[in-house]
């Protein structure tokens, strides 16, 4: 009995460590991004910030922790084990409120109990999340889909590339990605010529701006509005302005996103803080051009997966189509 | 210490930096807009910004810089201590949690409810400090402000705990600190109501005068002192919620402003109040202006600059104090 017991698991440690040198195998000669190889490919590298990672193929236990990740794999038609816990999802990814989807954590924050106990096979990490990849690193393989503010779509779309290939959806992502770009390309021919645009963040009843390069930067970098001051520094939060600072920028457009509103928390809304005399004399509001944002996609999602960037720039084609 | 002599000086000087709040912003306002908004009802858009903007924002400065230098001044008299205000003995922390409670409970409440709730708050927080303080033996003078600043602490952490798990976290930061740069016509008003509760406390000075003096001292001078307490709590804790609900926590004011008055005219409230009054808007527009001039056409929030101003001026009025002790 014992004989046997010694020999069978000699065996099983055999195999495990076979099957394992197989495995490094295939991630050595598998490069990033050596689509059609005649390899079964078993993992995949990606290069990140904090060196380069190793990314199963098709892994069964995927956990999300970055909103606009979770919108790509949906687009994608992946399954997903774990989302973060919020207060409201965004309406793109309203299904994983679902209780069949574990809560792992905050958006922030990881419940690292929670994420080891699901045993995953990769965990999908990025943005408000990005610091805690070193950690997560630990229990899983962990993607950085950090968004370059400097070049959100380039970055949207690797994002998307990288999850596809993931989950062995290449040509879906391909696919989406040129949805994406076509969405992209008939807002611009829109915008052109239609006047500068300024855009502001509403919090507690406060303000701030933002500019080019910026989180938001992408009205103008991207979409191609013309900003309506230039020099507006990029800070994480935005610079604090008074409604004066909007009346002398006196944009033709105001772009307005409602922190309370996108966490789910509406208070006194945003049109309500910005009816005064100060904002009601501003170009935008006598052409009637502000336009309140979809606050969770923009905030939470930052327009850089298909779901989000469809709606919100479907909301700005509108917009400045009627214009 | 001749009153008049110096009153006029005084109110010359506030009107002067009061005046020159009226100029400062991104919008240009010019003296001849402020003259032509005197003379003749034109309508064109400085003066616009005028009226909408720079005069709420300058009286929304002067009502909550001198209304919390008076709570300061009332709170040293019933905790018998100059080291604490409402910021550093767990009011302005209370009321922020009452904050917190009136967004998580209620988003849509009516501003007024939400300072009822904030005040509630105050109300308690501060009655807990006095209660802790009545148990304490020790009462050295650094015994009292380190207690307080405890209890905020500890009022404090709690807020951030909630605001934390509710994802509001930003949220709460916006009264945390104080920021005027928002406040419009119409964004404001609630602060009058801090004027009328200072000149309450301008009315009720001597009682709180002799309240300073310990509770056996007011009993014999036939002061009912737990009502007098009470009375003050209520003010301090209604001042206190409606400069948070409108502007945010102003940390400091209530600190220095009192302890520099009394360096000059005493402890006798009926003679310090209005000075204390005074030097608490001087304080709130010079810091105002600093912060609105320093990144224009940005800001930076009175609490911050407050805060960095403040603690200078604490520690040179410690040292001072240690100085002329002999120390």
Known sequence: MSRFALSSSGTSTFSVNRRQSLLQLGALVTLPWAAGSALAQQSFTVQQSNGAVQIPVKPKTILVFDMAALDCLRALGAQVKGVPEVVKFPQVLEQYASKDYTRIGSLFEPNYEVVKGLNPDVIVAGGRSAAKVPELSKIAPTLDLTVNNAKPVESAFKHLKILGQMVGAEAKADELIAAMQADIDKLKGLTAGKGTGLMVMTNGGKLSAYGPGSRFGMLHDVYGIAPANKDIQVAGHGQAISFEFILKTNPDWLFVLDRDAAIGREGASASKLLDNPLVNATKAARKKQIVYLNSANWYLLGNASPGSLHDDVTQLINAFSQA | ?327
């Not at chain 2, 929030?301 to 001072?320: D, E, H, K, N, W």
């Open chain 2, 1 to 327: 210490m001749r009153p008049l002599a110096f009153a006029l000086p005084a109110v010359a000087a506030l009107a002067v930096l009061a005046f020159i709040s009226l100029l400062v912003g991104v919008s240009d306002v010019s003296v001849a807009t402020i003259v032509r908004l005197f003379s003749h009802n034109e309508d064109d858009l400085a003066t616009q910004v005028l009226v909408a903007s720079r005069v709420p924002r300058t009286l929304a400065l002067l009502l909550a810089g001198s209304a919390m230098a008076v709570a300061g001044l009332l709170m040293q008299m019933l905790a018998r201590n100059h080291y604490v205000e409402p910021s550093t003995m767990g009011t302005a922390e209370s009321a922020g949690m009452g904050m917190l409670v009136g967004v998580l409970l209620w988003p849509d409440m009516p501003v007024f409810a939400k300072m009822g709730l904030a005040a509630v708050f105050a109300l308690a927080g501060t009655a807990l400090f006095l209660a802790v303080l009545s148990r304490i033996r020790l009462r050295a003078a650094l015994i009292v402000p380190l207690v307080g600043l405890v209890l905020s602490g500890v009022i404090e952490s709690a807020t951030t705990f909630i605001a934390y798990r509710f994802d509001l976290m930003q949220t709460a930061r916006s009264w945390m600190t104080a920021d005027f740069s928002a406040i419009v016509q119409g964004r404001y008003e609630l602060l009058w109501l801090s004027l009328v509760v200072t000149v309450v406390a301008m009315v009720a000075a001597d009682r709180f005068t002799v309240a300073g003096m310990g509770q056996d001292f007011a009993t014999n001078l036939g002061l009912n002192y737990k009502r007098l307490v009470a009375q003050g709590v209520a003010v301090v804790s209604v001042v206190t919620a409606s400069v948070i609900v409108t502007v945010g926590i102003i940390p400091f004011v209530g600190l220095i402003v009192p302890n520099l008055v009394r360096l000059v005219v005493g402890d006798n409230v009926r003679k310090s109040v209005l000075w204390v009054a005074w030097a608490g808007a001087l304080m709130a527009l010079v810091c105002d202006l600093i912060g609105r001039l320093v990144i224009a056409p940005y800001e930076v929030p009175i609490g911050t600059v407050m805060g960095v101003i403040g603690s200078a001026m604490f520690l040179a009025l410690l040292l001072a104090r240690r100085k002329r002790m002999g120390g």
